[in-house]
């Protein structure tokens, strides 16, 4: 696609009022940095919600000094730039993520994207999923590794390639779905969608909220795009997803299946669309 048909959609798309919610759990060494490159993307409707667990190393302190610095100026009735919710104790991924996505809705979001605070997720592809949302009516835009296009990071080893592929492979078999990156934590929301999903019935925590998410979008046939991203490995700060909370992954897919087993495809699919890979110039 040509730069001028991105222009035009960013003219549309800066008119939508757009959430990022971003779940943090010790990431003071990202969030500076995350909220400084959001805020350079040129939307002047964005709104950061960070979502912190009551992080050791002060994520959430800093969030409210940076919302102390974001927010000035603002009249009262102004919505806020960078807003905060402080959780009591480290509760999980997908519980802040649902906290974050209801306060964004309540607030009066049209679209709610979802990613993580440590640049694995490249806020520059935002602009391009909200003109791809703007552009198709897509329901959901998923930042996706493994369409064509997409790509992980060099660094990362053989072993867990095989791991994330063999994941997404098995959610995919299990749930009998067409996404190609069922895990992905880089995604898009339609306001719409995120209120006809009923986000209090999502059960799931770890990874398993991304693939329960990603499994309700196709099941209640929405339009999604999957757009092609290259993962970074995190800059600073080690994950928080360890052995076990990949391992109950395995097992909560099949309790997905079970849970929505009264769910019917609906007869009316909505088209699966690729949209072309991101030149690697673009990519940041
Ligand atoms: N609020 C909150 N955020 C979390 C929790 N666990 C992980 N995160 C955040 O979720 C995002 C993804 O986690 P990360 O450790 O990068 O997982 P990985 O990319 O799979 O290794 C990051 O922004 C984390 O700070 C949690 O229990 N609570
Ligand atoms: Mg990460």
């Known amino acids: 696609m040509d730069d001028f048909r991105w222009e035009q959609m960013f003219e549309a798309a800066a008119q939508a009022r757009i959430t990022v919610v971003v779940p943090t759990y010790n990431e003071a060494a990202n969030l500076a940095a995350l909220a400084e ?45 960078l807003a905060v919710i402080h959780r009591k104790g480290k509760g999980g991924l997908g519980t802040a993520y649902v906290a974050g996505m209801t306060q964004a809705l309540a607030d ?28 198709t009516g897509a329901d959901v835009v998923i930042g996706s590794r493994y369409v064509p296009g997409g790509s992980l990071d060099e660094r990362w080893e053989p072993g867990r390639r095989l791991l994330s592929w063999w994941a997404n492979l098995y959610s995919r078999a299990i749930l009998g779905l067409r996404i190609r990156d069922m895990t992905a934590g880089f995604k898009l929301w339609r306001r719409s969608a995120l209120q006809s999903i009923g986000l209090s019935t999502i059960r799931s925590n770890g990874y398993t909220f991304q693939v329960e ?30 052995v076990p909370v990949k391992l109950e992954s395995a097992w909560r897919t099949w309790q997905i299946r079970w849970r929505y087993r009264h769910l019917r495809r609906p007869s009316q699919r909505q088209p699966l669309l690729d949209v072309a890979p991101a030149r690697a110039d673009e990519r940041a």
Do not use: C, W
């Open 37 to 81: 490159a959001l805020f350079n993307l040129g939307l002047p409707t964005l709104q950061l919600l960070v979502v912190d667990d009551d992080s050791p190393d002060g994520t959430g302190r800093l969030a409210d000094e940076l919302a102390q610095r974001y927010n000035q100026g603002l009249t009262p009735d102004a919505r806020l730039r």
């Open 108 to 135: 009066g979001a049209d679209f709610v994207a979802q990613m993580d605070a440590d640049f694995s997720h490249s806020p520059r592809y935002l602009t391009q999923m909200l003109g791809v949302a703007v552009a």
């Open 213 to 242: 998410m990603a499994y309700l979008a196709e099941k209640l046939g929405f339009r999604i795009v999957e757009i092609p991203i290259h993962f970074e490995d995190r800059r600073i700060g080690q994950s928080k997803m360890d």
